[in-house]
C-alpha cells in the first residue's frame, strides 16, 4: 500500500486469484453499534423502532459501544449448540465502556447493529462532458439481540448469526476496522502471469548482460587483479543470492533492480584499490605497494558503503512494497560486497604475488 498524492492509495495485492472477491472487499468498510433494548420507562424520544428477523423491536438511541473499540474479532461456533458465532476483543477502554454498561442492566436484551457504508457512483453530464459523482450510502441491520447473562469484559460472543458465510464476513469486516471515510476505486489494473515472467526474464538479462560487461572491463583494464576482482564479483553474486535464500526473501523485480546496482557497486571497491596499487608502483615494490594499495584505500571504501547502507536502511525502514524489495537486496549486497572486494580480493592477491620474488 503507497500513499498517492493527497488523497489516494494505490494498493497491489501479488497472488490473488479472485479480482472481483478482492475488488468487493475492498469497497466494503462497516461498523458496530451496540445497544440496549428500550425499558419500559424510556421516553418516546429516547426510543427507535428497529425490524428483526421479521418483526419490530424497540431500541435505545444511546450507543454504548461502536467497532471502533474491537482489536480482534475471529469466526467460531457456540460450543453448546453448535451455531455460528463471532468471538470479539475490545480495548482497555472498550471493555470498560460496555462492562458499565451492562453491569447494571443483567436481564435486559443488548442489540447488535452491523452498518455498512455501501460506496455508490453515480455519472451526471456537466457541461457536456460526464463526470462521476461519489457518494455512500449506510445500511443498518440488527444482527443480534440477545439477552445479557452477566457483565461483559473486553471478550466476548455474538450469536443469533444468519450463518457461517455472515459470521465469516462480520470478523473479516471488524478485523479490516472502521474506515475514517468511504473508499471509491479510481483505477484498477491486472498485471498477468505473461507480463510478470516477461519482466523478471529481462531483470534476469539485465544481470547477465551488466554482469558480463563488467567482467570484461575489469579483465581488459586491469589484467590479473581485473581477473581477481571478477572471482570476487562472482562470489559477491552466490553470497548473496545464498544469505536471500537463508533469510527466506523472495527475488521480486525491484530486487533483481538491486542485484543489478549491486554487481556496479561490487567493483568499486576493487577499482579503488588496484588504483591505489598503481600509485603506490611508482614509489615502492610490487608486495608493498600491494599491502599499502588495500591499506590506505580501506577508510576510503568503508565510508562511501556505510552512507549508502544508512541510506538503505532508511528505505527499508520507511519504505514499503517496490522499495522495500530493493532495500533489503541492496543492504546485504553492500554487505556481501564489502567482504568479497576487501577480504577476498586480497586472500587471492597474496596468494599471487606475496610468496613471489620480485
Do not use: C
Not at 160 to 184: C, K, N
Not at 213 to 221: E, G, N, Q, T
Not at 245 to 267: C, D, F, K, R
Request: aromatic share 6%.
Amino acid at each position: 500500500m503507497q500513499k498517492l498524492g493527497g488523497s489516494r492509495i494505490v494498493i497491489d495485492l501479488p497472488g490473488v486469484q479472485d479480482a472481483a472477491e478482492a475488488k468487493r472487499k475492498l469497497d466494503k468498510f462497516a461498523n458496530l453499534e451496540f445497544r440496549l433494548e428500550a425499558a419500559a420507562d424510556d421516553r418516546p424520544s429516547e426510543i427507535e423502532e428497529w425490524p428483526y428477523q421479521g418483526r419490530p423491536v424497540q431500541l435505545n438511541r444511546r450507543v454504548i459501544l461502536t467497532g471502533d473499540r474491537v482489536v480482534h474479532a475471529a469466526q467460531s461456533r457456540d460450543p453448546e449448540t453448535g451455531l455460528p458465532e463471532v468471538v470479539i476483543k475490545l480495548d482497555s477502554q472498550g471493555g470498560d465502556m460496555i462492562h458499565d454498561a451492562t453491569a447494571p442492566n443483567i436481564g435486559r436484551r443488548m442489540a447488535v447493529i452491523f452498518i455498512e457504508h455501501k460506496p455508490i457512483v453515480t455519472v451526471e453530464e456537466v457541461d457536456g462532458e460526464r463526470v462521476e459523482r461519489h457518494s455512500s450510502r449506510a445500511d443498518k441491520r440488527v444482527i443480534s439481540l440477545a439477552t445479557i447473562q452477566s457483565a461483559l469484559p473486553y471478550s466476548f460472543r455474538i450469536t443469533g448469526l444468519a450463518g457461517v458465510g455472515e459470521a465469516q464476513e462480520l470478523a473479516f469486516l471488524l478485523r479490516a476496522g472502521a474506515l475514517a471515510a468511504p473508499m471509491y476505486i479510481v483505477e484498477e489494473r491486472t498485471v498477468g502471469a505473461t507480463l510478470g515472467e516477461e519482466n523478471i526474464e529481462r531483470g534476469m538479462l539485465a544481470v547477465g548482460a551488466g554482469l558480463v560487461l563488467v567482467l570484461i572491463f575489469m579483465a581488459f583494464y586491469y589484467r590479473v587483479f581485473g581477473l581477481v576482482a571478477n572471482v570476487a564479483l562472482t562470489l559477491n553474486l552466490v553470497i548473496l543470492i545464498a544469505v536471500m535464500s537463508l533469510l527466506g526473501a523472495t527475488l521480486t523485480l525491484p530486487g533483481i533492480a538491486g542485484i543489478v546496482l549491486t554487481v556496479g557497486m561490487a567493483v568499486d571497491a576493487n577499482v579503488l584499490i588496484f588504483s591505489r596499487i598503481r600509485e603506490e608502483l611508482k614509489k615502492r615494490s610490487l608486495v608493498r605497494a600491494i599491502h599499502a594499495g588495500y591499506d590506505r584505500a580501506f577508510l576510503t571504501i568503508m565510508d562511501a558503503n556505510v552512507t549508502t547502507l544508512f541510506v538503505a536502511l532508511v528505505l527499508l525502514t520507511i519504505g514499503s512494497g517496490a522499495v522495500k524489495g530493493f532495500a533489503i537486496t541492496l543492504s546485504i549486497g553492500i554487505v556481501t560486497s564489502m567482504f568479497t572486494a576487501i577480504f577476498g580480493s586480497r586472500v587471492a592477491v597474496d596468494l599471487i604475488y606475496a610468496g613471489r620474488r620480485v
